[in-house]
């Protein structure tokens, strides 16, 4: 019995209960159960089957046309779907036309009625779901605007789309493709239950991520119709990701469940939605990456400026930037803490550029003036980089990277933990360094000579934790990056001369 039966045979139930409240005597006969007459069986009971019969007989088995049963007698049948008859006695006094008409009507606003509060159901249903799925698009788009890992980002993406859309799997596929951003080149993250094994699983949906082609995209893969919805035995929602007018991604869906296994258009719109947001939020990472690559090169550009006032600061700042990062990483800090120490190595000597070249170049001994304003570098670069924002976490390290361990260092001759943990590491790495390479005042030092003042010098000058750490560094890098900034100084002065 379909939706529409089943409304109406509950429109006959309602005209029985009608008819019985009114005095009149009815039956509901199911022509499915060998006509059963309900409730109880009339005296005249073969006379109302016969009624019954008779309708459902005729042409237009609808119209309710009255069967004489008796002198002055009348039973009046009423068809509803799948053979259930509704017979309606009329006796004297009653009119037989008048009382067709009357359980036409009837049954016809019953009809009406039921109609109207299914649609209306239905109405409230869709509302409710578009609501959800509303607020769902909401809180995708404040989680995207938040501070979380990309990954974790689309994560809760995928999350989403899976508990608000009937299918049994979503998931968010970004193409290995150097147009892609590093945190998410490659990214395939699944929520749900897919019937394949992962390994077998990621190696589909990588694939199918590789070779979907831009032109004549299938935005549904019926069952069968690619490797991925073969061996899901559903169909499979494909919508792009795009950036710059290319396709980098994939969302997917599959394994639809409820009532309907066939992907419905308020769905195809959400996903669709889903995947123009995944298409935005990828944009803004993009272009804030390019942002954060162009300010650091420009950095860069900066400090080799500076370091170079000095022919023998050549490239200390970079070489400091990569000591300090190994520092960090050795003390187990993540790659993004790690790289924030870094940047904050770049430029912990900028300050120098408000020191005068003949100061810093001197290769004789400094005037106590002279030293003096060497030793304003810290303060002053803390005040040039304060104002921007991407440098923030930088400042510490700028401001204290002379502080020493036992208190006897500058600017404010702060003492052990109260020195910023970034500064400390700058500290070390900075000193390494400037015993590592020639000054105007002295050669560069022998590796273990370095190494053992630096040991030396653990719990006065240094930090004894950091120093612990600066053991755990592979100096091999360091050595090749001083090595290939020596080539190109050879270089540089070959072409000159
Ligand atoms: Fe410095």
């Not at 404040?142 to 789309?161: D, H, I, K, T, Y």
């Not at 009937?166 to 951003?181: A, M, T």
């Not at 969302?251 to 669709?272: C, H, R, T, W, Y």
């Not at 040991?455 to 890098?477: K, N, Y």
């Amino acid at each position: 019995m379909n939706k529409h039966q089943e409304e109406h045979t509950g429109v006959l139930e309602s005209v029985l209960r009608r008819c019985d409240a009114l005095g009149l005597d009815s039956w509901l006969l199911d022509q499915t159960a060998g006509f059963i007459v309900q409730p109880g069986a009339p005296a005249h009971g073969c006379e109302v089957v016969r009624a019954a019969r008779a309708a459902l007989a005729r042409p237009a088995p609808h119209e309710p046309v009255p069967v004489l049963i008796g002198p002055e007698e009348w039973a009046v049948p009423l068809v509803g779907p799948c053979g259930r008859v509704l017979v309606v006695r009329c006796g004297a006094g009653l009119s037989p036309a008048r009382l067709c008409v009357f359980l036409r009507e009837m049954a016809d606003d019953l009809d009406r009625q039921i109609r109207d509060a299914g649609l209306l159901h239905d109405f409230s249903g869709k509302l409710m779901q578009s609501y959800e799925e509303t607020y769902t698009l909401f809180r995708i788009m404040r989680f995207m605007a938040s501070s979380a890992e990309p990954l974790q980002q689309m994560r809760m993406v995928c999350g989403n789309v899976h508990q608000i859309l009937p299918f049994g799997w979503v998931c968010v596929v970004f193409r290995d493709d150097p147009r892609v951003v590093d945190d998410l080149r490659g990214a395939v993250v699944v929520c749900g239950e897919c019937p394949i094994a992962k390994a077998d699983r990621e190696k589909m949906i990588a694939q199918m991520a590789a070779t979907a082609s831009e032109d004549g995209w299938t935005k549904v893969h019926p069952p069968g119709s690619c490797q991925l919805a073969k061996a899901c035995g559903s169909e499979i929602v494909c919508d792009p990701i795009t950036y710059d007018g290319a396709v980098i991604g994939m969302l997917l869906a599959g394994n639809k469940g409820g009532a309907d296994p066939e992907v419905a258009s308020p769905e195809m719109q959400f996903i669709d939605a889903v995947a123009d947001f995944l298409g935005t939020f990828h944009e803004n990472l993009a272009r804030f990456s390019e942002q954060r690559a162009m300010s650091i090169g420009t950095l860069q550009a900066l400090t080799a400026a500076i370091d170079a006032k000095d022919a023998y600061t050549r490239g200390h700042s970079q070489r400091v930037a990569f000591l300090s990062q190994s520092i960090a990483s050795a003390m187990g800090m993540g790659p993004d803490h790690a790289e924030r120490v870094r940047i904050a190595g770049l430029v912990h000597d900028v300050g120098k550029i408000g020191v005068p070249e003949a100061i810093l170049c001197k290769a004789g001994k400094l005037t106590d003036e002279e030293f003096a304003m060497i030793r304003r570098h810290p303060e002053i670069g803390h005040g040039i980089l304060k104002g921007i924002v991407l440098l923030e976490d930088t400042l510490p390290g700028v401001l204290h990277h002379h502080e020493r361990w036992d208190g006897r260092g500058y600017p404010h001759g702060l003492k052990g933990e109260e020195i910023p943990l970034v500064a400390r590491m700058i500290g070390l790495a900075d000193t390494f360094d400037a015993m590592s390479s020639s000054r105007s005042y002295r050669p560069a030092m022998p590796r273990e000579k370095v190494l053992a003042e630096i040991e030396r010098c653990s719990g006065t000058q240094f930090d004894p934790t950091i120093v612990a750490a600066f053991g755990r560094v592979d100096l091999s890098q360091y050595d090749a990056i001083l090595q290939q900034q020596h080539d190109a100084e050879m270089a540089g002065h070959r072409r000159a001369a």
